[in-house]
């Protein structure tokens, strides 16, 4: 298994930015693609962007896409979301994960490996 860990969130007003990072650990060589997910309360967890390790091929969720930027940094096992022009229904608990193989991407079922999550709360 893989062992994730984010990174970043915060208290940020509308408007601005965030950076979230996930760093990955043990069988790294076991993971396919890597993908970020959200969770409000009340609400079902939901795919937000997803990269695969070799070639970057990344994807969006379209609530995000133009404002969020999904990056791998391969030589440190390291994922990133960098996250522009945040709106309150951006707020919400974000997770990192890992998938093992190829094939649907925004599928919270497709990953094996979880992050615990980091808050991002977008307020005035």
């Known amino acids: 298994q893989v062992q994730l860990r984010e990174s970043g969130g915060g208290l940020v007003q509308p408007g601005d930015s965030l950076r979230l990072s996930c760093a990955a650990s043990?069988?790294?060589?076991?993971?396919?693609?890597m993908g970020w997910f959200r969770q409000a309360p009340g609400k079902e967890r939901e795919f937000v962007a997803a990269?695969?390790?070799?070639?970057?091929?990344?994807s969006y969720a379209d609530s995000v896409r133009g404002r969020f930027t999904i990056s791998r940094d391969n030589a440190n096992n390291a994922v990133y979301l960098q996250m522009n022009s945040l709106k309150p229904e951006d707020t919400a608990v974000y997770y990192c994960?890992?998938?093992?193989?190829?094939?649907?991407?925004?599928?919270?079922?497709?990953?094996?490996?979880w992050g615990q999550g980091t808050q991002v709360t977008v307020s005035s």
């Open positions: 994960a890992s998938k093992p193989t190829y094939g649907s991407r925004d599928s919270s079922a497709a990953y094996d490996s």
């Open positions: 043990g069988r790294t060589n076991s993971s396919y693609a």
């Open positions: 990269i695969t390790w070799s070639i970057g091929y990344a």
